[in-house]
């Protein structure tokens, strides 16, 4: 079991037994040695694995169910998490009503190509400039109004037979859909919020005027090994929405 770790400037940075732990089962999952869905093995055999206190174990596990990685089932067992399509709309999506009730959303897909990447989608998505992405072009609907914009890009390499259906009203989320098709589990996102005008494209799917101001949501999404797997840019109306983020 190993005990520190070296900081980019090559001092030994020490981290907590429980978050070493935690770090190894972390990369287990990312790997695909425990699939979304399995039981992992009990507190006791992790620690004999391992080398340490089944306290350590217990504690490297919670933090895995806090970070929404592992599900405890009282008197069953622990869980790798599987990305529902309520789950992944409640933990990545922040548009809310006016009221701050909780909105679900409908897709329809309007387009699917490979294009090659952009020097600024090649960055954000840790690609060389020119390498193939999937773009995915969509139009989501809040209580049955049209109210985002949003274009998808993922690394073809990642996910070589990813496809959607043009036309067709989307059952599941796209988080969903990398988790059971391709086993990549998304971790976290990273976003960025700009006011911008709607495109004439943007107002004509969304029923607005060009010009008109829209939110925009950069988000790039991350995979359990901190590894970036889609590049979403949501261009949000929000005359009956707004988006709301609680900070602890």
């Not at 922040?94 to 699917?112: A, E």
């Not at 060389?128 to 914009?149: C, K, M, Q, W």
């Not at 390499?157 to 988790?179: R, W």
């Amino acid at each position: 079991m190993p005990d520190k770790e070296s900081s980019s400037d090559g001092r030994a940075e020490y981290q907590p037994l429980y978050a070493q732990v935690k770090s190894l089962l972390l990369k287990r999952i990312g790997s695909g040695g425990w699939k979304p869905g399995e039981m992992l093995p009990n507190e006791y055999e992790l620690a004999a694995e391992y080398r340490v206190s089944q306290g350590t174990v217990r504690k490297a596990l919670m933090a895995l169910e806090t970070d929404k990685m592992l599900v405890r089932r009282q008197g069953v067992g622990t869980f790798v998490a599987r990305h529902s399509r309520d789950r992944a709309l409640f933990q990545f999506f922040r548009l809310v009503g006016l009221d701050d009730d909780r909105l679900t959303p409908t897709s329809k897909v309007l387009t699917q190509r490979t294009i090659r990447a952009k020097s600024d989608q090649a960055a954000s998505l840790g690609v060389d400039t020119g390498a193939e992405l999937h773009a995915i072009v969509r139009v989501r609907y809040l209580n049955g109004s049209p109210a985002i914009f949003e274009r998808i890009f993922v690394p073809a390499h990642l996910m070589p037979d990813l496809a959607v259906t043009e036309g067709d009203e989307m059952e599941d989320e796209m988080y969903v859909i990398y988790q059971e098709r391709f086993g990549i589990s998304i971790a976290r996102v990273a976003e960025r919020l700009a006011a911008v005008a709607a495109t004439a494209n943007e107002a004509r799917h969304l029923g607005l005027e060009p010009g008109a101001p829209l939110l925009e949501i950069s988000r790039v999404a991350f995979d359990v090994s901190g590894r970036a797997v889609e590049l979403r840019i949501s261009r949000c109306d929000t005359t009956r929405t707004r988006y709301a983020a609680d900070i602890q």
